[in-house]
């Protein structure tokens, strides 16, 4: 299918370095940052790593580093948190912001799904809304496994866009919305999924948690940029007229105006230790 790469839909996410616009990924972050429900499963994916002074932390996307910042204020000046990104963009945003904080933090471009980086190497490693983004989620929580040492942590977050839901007429147009929001991102059931991965994958003190994401304000999501994307992209593969897309947007609006609007979905957090 093809997409609309020029905005953060979450198709683009796989390879932001093909954006015309990265400032625009880095400026969605920031604004996705500021929601409730958002810093509430940050704060439990960081707690869930149990860091402690002088551990060697890993953020695997780490996006605009913000988190990475907060996993290298938790480990101290004897630890070391490593941010690693697919997109170049990124990980020279993240130096921009956070080189010279005073942090032990530090940034590099890297694959998940080849890691150059030693195995058994940190205690504890993360990757916050990455994997519904990956071409080989399995094989990608076998290389985070392999990089982490034996009674070491490893957390998953992301949403399952399964589980979108925006309260509107359940029209004909609306349906096929949900239909296609709940479809968006190339792993769009991967929140559901980390719980038999860790299994399959022998990690063990398995923990799950689970935050529901409200969107309250359309205007949010406006500004968020994605909403817009996949009406565009709808309309370029056919799967919406233009007459459809006018139909949502008008629905949205009319609950917005009415202060009504609410749109939700739920993000997963799931840890486990390395057994050993
Ligand atoms: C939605 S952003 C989340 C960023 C950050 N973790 C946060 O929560 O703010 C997804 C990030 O994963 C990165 N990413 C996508 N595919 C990747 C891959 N194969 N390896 C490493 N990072 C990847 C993207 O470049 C992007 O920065």
Request: proline share 5%; charged share 25%.
């Amino acid at each position: 299918m093809s997409q609309d790469e020029t905005r953060p839909n979450q198709h683009a996410w796989s390879d932001v370095d093909k954006a015309p616009d990265t400032q625009a990924f880095a400026a969605y972050l920031d604004t996705i940052r500021t929601l409730d429900t958002i810093g509430e499963y940050k704060r439990r994916s960081i707690e869930l790593m149990r860091l402690q002074p002088g551990h060697r932390a890993l953020d695997l996307g780490c996006g605009t580093g913000d988190d990475t910042a907060k996993v290298g204020a938790a480990v101290g000046p004897t630890g070391s948190a490593l941010g690693v990104d697919f997109s170049g963009a990124m990980v020279d945003e993240s130096r921009r912001r956070w080189e010279g904080s005073g942090l032990p933090i530090s940034f590099a471009v890297g694959d998940v799904h080849k890691l150059d980086l030693p195995s058994a190497h940190f205690d504890a490693v993360r990757a916050d809304r990455v994997f519904q983004h990956l071409a080989a989620p399995m094989h990608a929580l076998a290389e985070l496994v392999r990089i982490t040492r034996p009674g070491g942590r490893v957390v998953l977050s992301d949403p399952d866009w399964g589980t979108y839901i925006l309260d509107a007429p359940p029209t004909p147009a609306v349906l096929k919305y949900h239909d296609l929001a709940q479809r968006q991102a190339k792993n769009p059931w991967i929140g559901r999924q980390f719980f038999g991965m860790f299994r399959e994958l022998g990690l063990v003190e398995l923990d799950l948690t689970a935050h529901v994401a409200f969107f309250l304000d359309l205007d949010v999501l406006e500004k968020l940029g994605n909403l817009d994307a996949g009406f565009i992209t709808a309309v370029q593969t056919g799967q919406l007229t233009e007459a459809e897309v006018a139909e949502v947007k008008a629905t949205l609006r009319e609950r917005q105006d009415a202060r009504r609007f609410l749109a939700s979905v739920t993000i997963y957090t799931v840890a486990g230790t390395i057994p050993g």
